[in-house]
């Protein structure tokens, strides 16, 4: 038996084996002595799968691994997986792809990340390639298992370990490493050290021309392990006439070749000069060398066809990566980048970091380049040739209306007329966005910060009635109209044009001269310096230079007789004495956006106050001003600046404004260091600004009010943030709020939440309100001191906190900005928490025999593949926390694999799973129903197909018709009036393919039997808020985009409901779930249905204030998950939001991100005709504020408007009445009146809420002696 000579397997195995005749002689001994060693032996020497070539390149195109069959016969893959253990995870928390087919001996099985690889490797003729996607995303500092059941037998890297790997030039990081032809056997040793030159041959970065092909020797006598040939250039498409160099790493060897398919080793040519390539041609190639032989290559080449010259139009409509060649004039360049458009259509050209000459504003070009999609803006990048036809061509722009943008304008210059101006940012010259409308469309005008000239925004403001002439971009969903130069924006011609400096304002050298100038011919230009407004009667501009010696504010107006006077504009100079230093605060100014943005500033003074690792630093003025509008901190980026805190330092560099986060955020000032110059060691730092008490209160209310045109740190706290940014700050007393585990981020409030005491919620977490989101949160990033790890979770697992706990001491750090919201970035280790006391909940409600108890919970992404530990505590939560409901709505449930992204869209294991551990525990047993959605058409995590469902105990429940399920597609319908009607499918989907649901959960509704009384119930899980502006971002007010969606679906279910109720207006209906909405919002009031058509009541609502929350997000306690009912079940029914997850970490038994709602009810007989009388419209008018807030001491007073639409008059009578805990009647009021038919009128009663009173019941009948009910009971409850 031969072993291979890997010198990394066990010696002691390898002496073992080489003795085996002697040991099988002594099998007892052996057995008894060496025990489980000679299973991992025999494990080793089993000639199996191995891993032949590992290609670690640029992205995912040039990721891949190929697979070599050595077993010595075919072998079936279902029994073989390849494991992924990144970021040094073990083996048990690795990424796994599950192999499956048959791979004949010999032959080899390539696994790519994606589709443009398999493409690419397809087209040079290697077949057996498969999409591993996310299990083989690796990096070079991954480690690779390959297994066959549950035993190892190859690998590349060390488990547990997160290292690149190398030895010399040989690394796995930026290389493409293929086996040795020697090896014959995997590496079975997953914990040892790696060394990847023992065993692998490193070929350059992105070189795939391997893949495909493996072969061994297993005589291992006539291998030479380097001499494998490489070609140049690449193989693939090639110029007929291409030169094919052929070469090998190692001296002295000769190539062979043969251009027919046939083996070189016995029938190849010796190669000596270049091949010429006439004709499609497949080069094998061998190098041999002292009569050994290396590996066989092989290259294809096909011989490029001329490309066609095609219009853009149809060029645009090519396949992603297809090369096309195109002409046209180009109409704007963006830095090295244009657009390009001719009589059909315009494109993006992205030349990248190339520098093209012919890129110039009227010169029409032919080009070749490659069709690519960059963030839905269709584009040509690898730009391979430029030919230029013509020079100084007119363009001109096509006349548009704002609401014709779309796809087919994409990238054309266009002239829109007649648009305002809504939300101009001040003092801003590149890089930022104009909002405008025309009508009712709304546009966006990009500066980008790569144009040739400034566009100064103070040129106009909001209002200005202007005509635009820009080319139309698209970045992800938004349209925008690319403006190139100030002359894109037309505006009044009867207006003159605004005054000019010479200078652009910000810091300037002292004699400065300052020259005043205005486009309109014969205007006349009046200033002042005082700060004082000009006006016709300040001084005139007599056209000599302004000579600034100190700092100065010039506003200047330009007048014209017959024409409008131009804006006044403003230029700020910061005058520096020779040698003085920039103060940091000269560079914040009183704005979001530096005054010296794109300025280079030297010499900038202040000491270190934190490292941010290799890369930057925070550094604070130490003698700053009294101005609390301007910061006196700034961010520092330089790499290996090599200072510590305490260091006074002496900075160069340009200022920047970097979108740390996602688009749409803030910006964060900077300096981008060209030098870092070290004054002095161990300095004093600055002392931290409190925010709190007994320094900077932040407001409470109020994050913007007036969209930026004014900076007020006193009242926005958008403004109050950005006046501390970067500097240190102090919270004392800090009251945790928040927690993202994930993220490394809590949130807090200072004082111990004393200024938001009226905003508290049961556990001291804090409550969003439809005006209030709390902007006095402060999120504690652990970006200097990190708090979590690489796997997303705390790195001292005892380190357990929740909502409501506290931090001894107080928290000090640098103010910073991040993906959407101001956080403070801790410099030093957090305090000990002080347990706030909050305790996971058991739901107070009771369960009752006569009584239906239904729930909604949100499980997050759960399948059978879910971690077992959460597995159970999900069921737990439902048998112990929920005490059982009869009816769980399910959200978020996964099909039977998972996230891993495959056809199976069957969920059946996944509620197996978790119905057999809620038996398992000690709960009843459970069915469950849902309908399996279409393929990766419902949105979430892509194959992860999660749906809504439903689990119902089958003790006491029952589904109505059972077995008559919908299809994914299908609409189901109401069938039967009045008792009679039922769903056409039980459960079936509520209009699936309606354009409201796209690419969205459908809702699911399923009509229960209990007790003999039905009810519909309808699980939802509506779009998602992805896409909304941030609370604190750079839209203000933020736009909620994603709300949208949500009002089409909640428009489709308040229909749906309505038929229920046309059919039977006696029906018990619930409508729950995930809604991604709060209880106040107008996706709620959607579903309850408005006016005269509400047929519906958000049990939410009749929860006391400090109790409405499921969800907590960045510290912000607030309802997603609602539970509605038909009007007549409000009485009947109690709810409770059982809160045992959105405030907690895993630690303390958080398993999802979202708390159950929990509700119970008696059920009303819908055969009953005399309950109710629908004669009568009610329409509450008293606003539902004022309702929530009735309180004892107080008055109560209703107003209602009814319509009588029946055929004769009726008698109604209004009644509040209060009554106590215990049900029992305090006191009423009435007011009667009589309706003729037809006829509608306002009714008013009134009462004192008196000690004692709990809730108050609004009774329409038709008399106090007769007492039948007209409308169905309103029920209010008193404020606490």
């Not at 060394?195 to 070189?207: C, G, L, Q, T, V």
């Not at 090998?248 to 016995?266: A, Q, V």
């Not at 309908?931 to 003790?955: A, E, Q």
């Not at 997603?1120 to 038994?1149: P, Q, R, Y």
Request: aromatic share 6%; charged share 25%.
């Amino acid at each position: 038996m031969y072993l291979s000579n890997t010198t990394r397997k066990n010696s002691f195995i390898k002496k073992t084996f080489k003795n085996l005749s002697i040991i099988l002689c002594f099998s007892i001994i052996f057995n008894y002595f060496i025990g489980l060693t000679s299973i991992q032996a025999t494990e080793t020497v089993s000639k199996d799968l191995i891993i032949s070539e590992y290609v670690e390149g640029s992205g995912n195109d040039y990721k891949a691994i190929e697979l070599y069959n050595n077993s010595g016969h075919d072998v079936d893959l279902s029994n073989y997986s390849l494991i992924n253990c990144f970021n040094g995870n073990q083996l048990n928390e690795g990424s796994v792809l599950k192999l499956n087919g048959n791979l004949k001996y010999k032959d080899t099985l390539v696994i790519v990340v994606n589709k443009n690889l398999k493409s690419k490797l397809e087209n040079l003729g290697v077949n057996n390639v498969i999409i591993g996607y996310n299990a083989i995303n690796f990096n070079g500092d991954d480690a690779l298992v390959l297994k066959k059941g549950n035993t190892i037998i190859d690998s590349i890297g060390k488990v547990g370990e997160r290292k690149v790997w190398s030895s010399g030039s040989i690394s796995t990081k930026d290389h493409t490493l293929i086996r040795k032809s020697s090896v014959l056997y995997g590496d079975t040793i997953i914990n040892d050290n790696f060394d990847p030159s023992i065993e692998w041959i490193s070929f350059p970065k992105n070189d795939i021309t391997h893949l495909g092909y493996h072969e061994i020797d297993s005589s291992s006598e006539n291998i030479q392990n380097s001499a494998i040939v490489n070609a140049t250039p690449a193989p693939g498409e090639v110029e007929k006439g291409t030169k094919i160099t052929l070469s090998t790493s190692t001296t002295g060897s000769s190539i062979y070749f043969t251009l027919n398919g046939e083996d070189p080793i016995s029938n190849g040519l010796l190669y000596t000069n270049p091949i010429e390539i006439n004709e499609d041609k497949t080069i094998t190639a061998v190098a041999k060398k002292d009569e050994k032989y290396g590996k066989k290559s092989s290259f294809k080449y096909t011989i490029k066809k001329p490309l066609k010259l095609i219009s853009i139009k149809s060029a645009r409509q090519k396949n992603k990566g297809e090369k096309v060649l195109i002409e046209g004039v180009i109409t704007g360049k963006i830095g090295n980048n244009a657009y390009i458009q001719d009589n059909t259509a315009g494109i993006y050209l992205y030349a990248g970091s190339n520098i093209q000459k012919d890129f110039v504003v009227g010169n029409k070009v032919s080009i070749v380049g490659e069709i690519d999609d960059w963030n839905n803006l269709k584009q040509l990048k690898n730009i391979e040739c430029i030919k230029l036809i013509s020079t100084g061509n007119t363009l001109i722009p096509k006349k548009i209306n704002a609401s014709d943008i779309g796809e087919d304008l994409e990238s054309q210059l266009v002239k829109i007329s007649n648009i305002e101006l809504t939300e101009v940012p001040a003092d801003s010259y590149k890089g930022y966005t104009i909002k405008a409308k025309q009508g009712e469309t709304q546009l966006q005008l990009r500066v980008d910060s790569h144009i040739a000239e400034d566009i100064d925004s103070n040129n106009y403001k909001n209002g200005f009635i202007v005509d635009i002439i820009g080319i139309i971009g698209q970045y992800k969903s938004n349209y925008q109209i690319m403006l190139r130069n100030k002359h894109d924006i037309i505006t009044n011609s009867s207006r003159v044009k605004p005054v000019e400096s010479s200078v652009r304002p910000g810091i300037i050298k002292k004699g400065t001269k300052i020259t005043l100038y205005t486009e309109t011919i014969g205007a006349k230009i009046y200033y002042t310096l005082d700060g004082s407004k000009p006006t016709c009667k300040s001084i005139l501009y007599n056209g000599q230079a302004i000579i600034l010696n100190k700092n100065s504010t010039i506003k200047a107006i330009a007048i014209k007789e017959n024409m409008l006077d131009s804006l006044v504009k403003t230029f700020n100079f910061i005058v520096r004495e020779p040698g003085e230093a920039t103060r940091i605060r000269y560079i914040q100014g009183q704005s979001h956006i530096s005054p010296l943005i794109n300025t280079t500033v030297d010499e900038v003074m202040g000491i270190v106050t934190a490292v941010e690792g290799t890369k930057a630093f925070y550094m604070q003025d130490p003698n700053p001003d009294n101005d609390i509008k301007t910061s006196e901190g700034i961010y520092v980026y330089k790499y290996k600046s090599g200072v510590k805190v305490g260091d006074l330092v002496k900075v160069t560099g340009t200022v920047k404004e970097i979108v740390n986060g996602f688009e749409g955020g803030l910006t964060t000032t900077e300096i981008a260091a060209t030098n870092v110059s070290i004054e002095s060691h161990n300095n004093p730092l600055p002392k931290p600004v409190i925010v709190g008490i007994g320094g900077r209160i932040p407001p409470t209310q109020i994050i913007d009010n007036d969209s930026f045109n004014k900076f007020d740190p006193d009242e926005d706290a958008i403004d109050f943030y950005e006046s501390l940014e970067g500097m240190l700050v102090e919270i004392n007393n800090p009251l945790i709020v928040g927690i993202s585990e994930k993220y490394g981020e809590i949130t807090v409030v200072g004082d111990d939440g004393q200024n938001s005491v009226n905003k508290k919620s049961i556990h001291n977490g804090l409550v969003i309100s439809k005006d209030n989101f709390n902007p006095e949160r402060i999120t504690i990033d652990d970006v200097l001191v990190p708090l979590s790890n690489r796997s997303k979770k705390f790195i001292n697992p005892n380190f357990k906190v929740k909502v409501g706990d506290k931090f001894a001491n107080s928290v000090i750090g640098v103010m910073s900005y991040g993906y959407g919201k101001y956080t403070l970035l801790n410099t030093e280790a957090l305090p000990k928490i002080i347990d706030g006391g909050a305790k996971r909940e058991i739901t107070k409600i009771v369960p009752n025999e006569d009584k239906l108890t239904i729930a909604s919970y949100n499980i997050e992404n759960f399948s059978s593949k879910t971690d077992p530990k959460r597995i159970t505590g999900i069921a737990k939560s439902i048998i112990n926390n929920l005490k059982a409901p009869d009816i769980v709505s399910l959200i978020e449930i996964q099909d039977n694999d998972g996230s891993k992204n495959t056809s199976i869209v069957d969920a059946s294991q996944t509620y197996k799973k978790l119905i057999d551990t809620i038996i398992d525990n000690g709960g009843p047993k459970y069915k469950f129903t849902d309908i399996n959605p279409v393929d990766d058409k419902d949105g979430g995590i892509p194959g992860g197909n999660i749906r809504v469902g439903f689990i119902y105990r089958s003790d006491r429940v029952s589904l109505v018709n059972d077995g008559k399920k919908g299809d994914p597609t299908e609409s189901v319908k109401i069938v039967g009036k009045n008792a009679t009607a039922h769903l056409s499918v039980n459960p079936g989907r509520i209009a699936p393919t309606n354009e409201a649901f796209e690419h969205s959960r459908k809702s699911l509704v399923a009509e229960f039997n209990f007790k003999g009384q039905k009810v519909f119930i309808i699980g939802n899980h509506l779009c998602s808020k992805r896409g909304d502006d941030g609370l604190f971002g750079s839209h203000q007010p933020p736009k909620r985009n994603s709300e949208i969606q949500r009002h089409k679906q909640a428009t489709v279910i308040n229909n749906f409901v309505d038929q229920i109720f046309k059919a039977n207006p006696n029906a018990n209906v619930v409508v729950l779930g995930d809604l991604n909405d709060f209880n106040f919002s107008e996706t709620v009031s959607i579903l309850k249905g408005k006016g005269n058509n509400n047929v519906l009541t958000n049990m939410i609502d009749k929860l006391p204030k400090n109790e409405r929350f499921s969800y907590v997000h960045e510290g912000n306690s607030q309802v997603l998950d609602n539970i509605l009912v038909s009007n007549h079940l409000v009485d009947s029914t109690t709810i409770d939001i059982v809160n045992i997850n959105s405030e907690f970490i895993d630690a303390c038994g958080r398993v999802s991100d979202h708390d159950p709602v929990l509700i119970q009810m008696k059920l009303q007989n819908q055969n009953s005709d005399t309950n109710v009388n629908n004669d009568i419209i009610l329409d509450i008018l008293t606003p539902q504020e004022n309702l929530d807030n009735i309180k004892v001491g107080g008055d109560a007073k209703i107003t209602i408007r009814a319509k009588n639409i029946s055929q004769s008059t009726k008698d109604i009578t209004l009644i509040i009445a209060l009554y106590d805990k215990n049900n029992s009647m305090l006191n009423y009021s009435a007011t009667k009146i009589s309706l003729k038919a037809g006829e509608s009128s306002d009714m008013t009663s009134s009462m004192k809420v008196i000690a004692g009173g709990s809730k108050i019941k609004c009774m329409i009948w038709d008399s106090l002696e007769k007492m039948s009910p007209l409308r169905h009971n309103k029920i209010l409850y008193i404020a606490p």
